[in-house]
């Protein structure tokens, strides 16, 4: 394909990718043939056109997707995520690290499942943070001979991803004990690290915990900077396993409707009956800069 030929010359000459997409699509969708065409130089190109190519396919994937304009960050073009998880992670580079990150924050759980046994064969063969964290989100049975294995040895027993991703796929001894940790902690940024951890789990325990915790009144504050309610951190880690509801996206609560819709949700997925009222609205609050005297 000439615009294939033309960006491949143009990444060999050093040039990064710009984020335009629109030259690889059909019809609105990636085009098949370009996706191919750039998956087959992936196999040939050297690293640094490698990364400039996972890039482009990311993108195009993220661009093109139906929820792209409503806040979402999501791929879900099966052709692009195969890619990401065999081409991309074919060697030790920055391209696979690249190729992981977008894995783990862009794909949602049930595409990840599809690609189980190439994940779970590339832990193995190059364990690595990342990819633990990409197992625990997919709940990919098949590694998990693989986290045991890392549990039980000095070196990754005490990783927190190894611990994540032992509990996302069964181990209810650590689940409970994250969970309980999270519900327990009345420091607002313990509360807000620690939902994040749970949004990592993604169980239906870790996610039930999170729900019933959507009115809390902790509120993270850094000194003359900003005000954020743990709120928005409880709902960050709920969209990171449901991507494809934007009431939970970062820019959906701008008044307090928006959080009585995230409300809604947590009832009717969770069964949540809420034990108190809803805190008065926040979500981040900057602070006024103070210019020269």
């Known amino acids: ?90 060697n030790q580079s920055p391209t696979r690290d690249f190729c992981l990150d977008q894995l783990q924050m862009a794909v949602p759980p049930h595409f990840l499942k599809e690609q189980g046994a190439v994940l779970a064969r590339d832990l193995k063969e190059r364990p690595d943070a990342t990819t633990l964290l990409v197992v625990a989100k997919g709940k990919l049975s098949e590694a998990a001979p693989v986290v045991d294995s890392l549990y039980e040895s000095r070196e990754w027993r005490e990783i927190e991803e190894t611990k994540i991703a032992r509990a996302a796929l069964g181990d209810e001894v650590l689940e409970k004990e ?23 789990i993604g169980t239906e325990g870790a996610l039930g915990a999170l729900a019933g915790e959507m009115r809390t009144d902790l509120v993270v504050e850094m000194p003359n900077v ?10 960050a880690a709920l969209s990171y396993n449901f991507p494809d509801k934007p009431i939970l996206y970062d820019n959906a609560v701008v008044d307090d409707s928006g959080y009585a819709a995230v409300e809604k949700f947590c009832e009717e997925e969770f069964g949540i009956v809420w034990k108190k009222e809803r805190p008065e609205f926040l979500t981040i609050m900057g602070f006024p800069s103070e210019g020269p005297e």
């Open 1 to 90: 394909m000439e615009v294939i030929d033309k960006q491949l010359k143009e990444f060999r000459s050093g040039a990064r990718f710009g984020g335009e997409v629109a030259p690889f699509t059909d019809s609105g969708k990636p085009s098949r043939e370009a996706v191919a065409a750039l998956a087959e130089a992936m196999k040939t190109e050297g690293e640094a056109v490698r990364e400039q190519i996972a890039r482009l396919l990311a993108e195009l994937g993220r661009q093109t997707d139906p929820l792209h304009e409503a806040g979402g960050n999501l791929i879900r073009n099966r052709q692009i995520i195969s890619i990401l998880a065999g081409q991309g992670l074919a």
């Open 178 to 200: 994250y969970i309980e940790a999270f519900l327990k902690t009345t420091d607002p940024e313990e509360k807000a690290e620690r939902a994040e951890i749970l949004g990592r």
């Open 226 to 235: 900003f005000l954020r309610s743990v709120r928005v951190d409880i709902m």
